[in-house]
Nanobody, 124 residues
Framework: QVQLVESGGGLVQAGGSLRLSCAAS????????MGWFRQAPGKEREFVAG????????SYADSVKGRFTISRDNAKNTVTLQINSLIPEDTAVYYC?????????????????WGQGTQVTVSS
């Protein structure tokens, strides 16, 4: 198993930036594909970004391409989501997730491990 803890959320004005981090513990971090998801009030959880085990491959939701960057440091057991040019529609709880497979997928049901989430609120 792997345990995930997110940090870095907060309240920011539109146009600002945040850097979300997810610290992993437990089994070897490099064995997991990692993803970031978000859930806004009254909405379903949605895929934001994913990264392969080595970090060589990344995937993004269309709504965040060009603004969000996912990266990982397998030596430090962390995955990071850099969020730039924030808009009010980015307001949500952001979750880090892990799946013990090779492929990066966008389906939340494919990820077996989840953090507790970190709140991001963007004011207009």
């Amino acid at each position: 198993q792997v345990q995930l803890v997110e940090s870095g959320g907060g309240l920011v004005q539109a146009g600002g930036s945040l850097r979300l981090s997810c610290a992993a513990s437990g089994r070897t971090f490099s064995m997991y594909v990692m993803g970031w998801f978000r859930q806004a009030p009254g909405k379903e959880r949605e895929f934001v970004a994913g990264i392969s085990k080595s970090g060589a491959y990344t995937s993004y939701a269309d709504s965040v391409k060009g603004r969000f960057t996912i990266s990982r440091d397998n030596a430090k057991n962390t995955v990071t989501l850099q969020i730039n040019s924030l808009i009010p529609e980015d307001t949500a709880v952001y979750y880090c997730a892990a799946r013990s497979s090779t492929l990066v997928t966008t389906s939340s049901t494919s990820y077996g491990y989840w953090g507790q989430g970190t709140q991001v609120t963007v004011s207009s």
